[in-house]
């Protein structure tokens, strides 16, 4: 396990203001967050794009409030020192401010998550804003939001328009004067992100799709690592197909026990002539 420091927000906000980009990957189980713990990933999120990830859904819809505090508590055993982010399933926090903070403070009790985050503008300001007055660290989410994506018009960039790029603009100051900590932009126009980057005043922002010009960068780790079958975002960049190992690895398998190679001597256990012999007596 990594000996380095846990990382605060303290530790954060210190990259931003030295100009160091915070690296940001999403993770769901325990042996990944090993791997990003090692490889000293700034922030991980446990996003509810374990729905489609992990889960197989076709959205991030159905995933609970049960889904995410089981996934998040594998997570943070495998990474202690990172910054923990549990992502707001749908419905956990829409309904209401009570019901907002009594979902983020449930994950915060039940996973040791160090913060929680959530979708949504305007709209949403008082939710933040109650979940922060309750001591709880808040991560907002603008762009493309895939819990309203029918709403959205699909997966497709948000902010080319003149209008539709003010409004999210307006919905930034309207979350960071809520409190929220940072701002994740999903597929927004890298140009719109430069402009929030440098209005931003008392948060940070990470871009997911959003360009080069934000505090630090997300990407969905099965989407870098092409463990996605369903498609690959034109944002992601694949760093290793680990996915064509896996695949390639299955097909050695099943040839090697059809043809009759495996297992072999080294891949199984053996007993004593005189343990045996006792069996056979004992049988006999």
Known sequence: MSDREKVTLRTLFKKVEEGIPITMLTCYDYPTAHFQELAEV????????????????????PVTMNDMIRHTQAVRRGSPNSFLIGDMPYMSYQPSVESAIRNAGRFMAETGCDAVKLEGGSEMADRIAG??????????????????????????VQGRGAQQAKRIMDDSKALEDA??????????????????????????????????????????????FGLYPKFKPRMAKVFADAGKVIQDGLKAYVKEVREGEFPQPENWFSMSDDEFDQLMKSIE
């Open 179 to 224: 409190g929220a900590f940072a701002i994740l932009y999903e597929m927004i126009p890298s140009r719109l992100s430069k402009i929030i980057t440098e209005k931003m005043e008392t948060c940070f922002n990470i871009s997911l799709g959003s360009g080069p010009h934000a505090h630090g960068q997300l990407l969905i780790y099965h989407d870098m």
């Open 42 to 61: 700034d922030i991980i999120l446990v996003g509810d794009s374990l729905g489609m990830t992990m889960l197989g859904y076709d959205s991030t819809l």
């Open 131 to 156: 979940i922060v007055s309750a001591g709880i660290p808040t991560m907002g989410h603008l762009g493309l939001t895939p819990q309203s994506v029918s709403a959205l018009g699909g997966f497709r």
